[in-house]
């Protein structure tokens, strides 16, 4: 085991830090640890993301499941739309993506670089959500549950996650508080669960390609995520959520400028 493989594993804690004190950011972190300090192949990197953040987040459900705080029916009114669209993107809509999209004498954009953008491009959307204040609203005086809305923003989540190895709580929490009327650490737990499953079906969709997995990072990846997640749930009963939530989103939104500039320009 070489100095960036134990930097790399170091890290993988804070994946699971990040799931379990806010329910997101697992995938934001883990998918530019892969690629920049363990020498991951991007287009991999997001398969090996779906990977750990499933099997993570489904430790850190199970715990929230036990401590009352998941509620079921929306794991399968959320989830089902959601596992069915990342497992079509992952199986059918990401291998058929050519690996130079477009080129000119003097630049190219290859599938690497394009889902290097693309996850960049949400890692921005993620953190701007993170850092806007969450505004605490009374869920028992909204309107009814629109289940249109939910499948709907269940597909496109699904879609998003399927193309850049992400989890998507940073867009499930939000939609299961507004458009589902759950109490946000119920929504945490949730999310926990639908990350879970999504990821985990999506994963299967990269199985059947002729990608070469290396399984020994896989398992120390995941497991050093899984040590991070049992930290994080202990340290989320003394530390504001909200605080952390923002401080993280700022991380977010700068990490998303680097890699943007680190495939244009550096």
Do not use: C, H
């Not at 950011?25 to 892969?34: D, E, F, K, Q």
């Not at 489904?58 to 794991?75: M, N, P, T």
């Not at 596992?83 to 999209?101: C, E, G, Q, S, W």
């Not at 709907?152 to 709580?169: H, R």
Request: net charge positive; proline share 3%.
């Amino acid at each position: 085991m070489d100095f960036f493989q134990l930097i790399g594993y170091f890290l993988a804690v804070l994946v699971g830090i990040s799931l379990g004190l806010i329910g997101s950011g697992g995938s934001i972190l883990s998918v530019p640890i892969l690629v920049y300090i363990l020498k991951v192949e991007p287009v991999l990197a997001t398969a090996y993301s779906l990977f750990i953040v499933g099997v993570t987040a489904l430790v850190g459900g199970i715990q929230k499941a036990r401590q009352k705080l998941v509620d079921f029916k929306k794991v399968l009114l959320f989830g089902i739309p959601t596992i069915l669209a990342v497992f079509i993107t992952r199986k059918y809509i990401v291998p058929t993506i050519p690996d130079v999209l477009f080129s000119t004498p003097s630049f190219s954009v290859t599938k690497s670089v394009f889902i290097m953008i693309l996850f960049a491009i949400v890692m921005i959307f993620a953190s701007i959500r993170m850092i806007k204040p969450i505004k605490i609203i009374d869920v028992e005086t909204k309107r009814e549950i629109n289940f249109f809305q939910i499948i709907f923003q269940g597909l496109w989540i699904g879609l998003v996650a399927g193309f850049v190895g992400a989890g998507g709580g940073f867009l499930i929490i939000p939609a299961l508080f507004f458009l589902a009327k759950t109490p946000m650490k119920i929504a945490v737990g949730t999310s926990l669960l639908i990350i879970a499953s999504q990821s985990l079906i999506g994963f299967l969709g990269d199985l059947s390609s002729n990608q070469d997995f290396d399984w020994n990072l896989l398992f120390f990846f995941s497991l050093f995520s899984v040590v991070g997640i049992f930290i994080g749930n202990y340290i989320s009963k003394y530390i504001s959520g909200e605080k952390l939530k923002t401080g993280f989103g700022w991380f977010v939104l700068i990490m998303g400028f680097y890699i943007i500039l680190k495939e244009l320009v550096l």
